[in-house]
């Protein structure tokens, strides 16, 4: 990684349900990857966010997940083939509409929650996924973790894709990244962040077992929704201009 490149999740706020501080966030990140209104996000929302993000000039992504508003999207779901590629379809495609109408351009795709790791192991997902960008828009990149089925498969669809860690996540001994049901999953405190991110830059990670392992990326992602997520970017951004 030759220069920080930091990403966010965002837009995920909808009716009554507020989470995140988008406006706050985007001064410090270079890509936002944009709720699609099935695990997060609602019109309004979606379209300030885009907005304000186009004015700033930053990388805009679709963050597309399974229909899973209930369960913020970090719950799989069992879906045909064409159930999962219309759903994904519709989902990337609102959110390049609504960017190209405000005078954007979608720059990339990212799926989120429990599509992203189901994807980043299994082929069947990782080949709609890729299969359905690439019919979209052959330009956009595709975030996936680096040498995951989603980021082979990808680049053999002829995809351009960026390897993706977390700051905020972390890892077990095989390099993959604890699940959110263990109460250690997620990094708490923004030193800690800054911490690991130093660790990414270098190209490695520190995992629960205090092992030091290989992790190489070409961006590295906050989420929006992390308590810390202000402070950490500011203390990120206070190393890494």
């Known amino acids: 990684m030759n220069k920080l490149h930091i990403n966010c999740d965002m837009a995920e706020s ?3 349900f507020k989470t995140g501080d ?7 990140v270079d890509a936002v990857n944009i709720a699609c209104g099935f695990h997060g ?25 399974y229909p899973d508003l209930e369960g913020f999207g970090r719950r799989y779901m069992e879906m045909s083939d064409d159930e999962l590629s219309a759903c994904l379809r519709y989902q990337i495609c609102v959110i390049k509409s609504i960017t190209e109408s405000l005078g954007g351009k979608l720059h990339h795709v990212k799926a989120h929650g429990a599509l992203y790791n189901r994807a980043a192991v299994s082929v ?7 299969k359905v960008v690439s019919e979209i828009d052959r330009s956009f990149i595709l975030f996936a973790p680096l040498a995951s089925e989603l ?12 390897g993706e860690s977390f700051a905020d996540r972390r890892y077990d001994d095989k390099g993959q990244m604890v699940n959110r049901k263990f109460e250690n999953a997620v990094i708490q405190n923004s030193q800690e962040i800054l911490n690991q991110v130093r660790h990414l830059v270098d190209g490695h990670v520190e995992t629960t077992g205090g092992k030091l392992i290989s ?5 590295i992602c906050l989420h929006g929704d992390h308590p810390q997520v202000i402070s950490s970017l500011e203390l990120i951004r206070s190393v890494y201009k």
């Open 41 to 65: 996000g609602d019109a309004l929302t979606i379209e300030k966010t885009i907005r304000e993000a186009i004015r700033l000039g930053k990388q805009i992504g679709a963050h597309p997940s």
């Open 215 to 219: 992790l190489l990326s070409d961006t």
């Open 151 to 162: 980021f082979l498969i990808a680049q053999k669809t002829g995809l351009r894709v960026m």
């Open 124 to 130: 069947r997902e990782a080949s709609i996924i890729s």
């Open 14 to 16: 909808y009716g009554n």
């Open 22 to 28: 988008d406006f706050a966030i985007l001064p410090y």
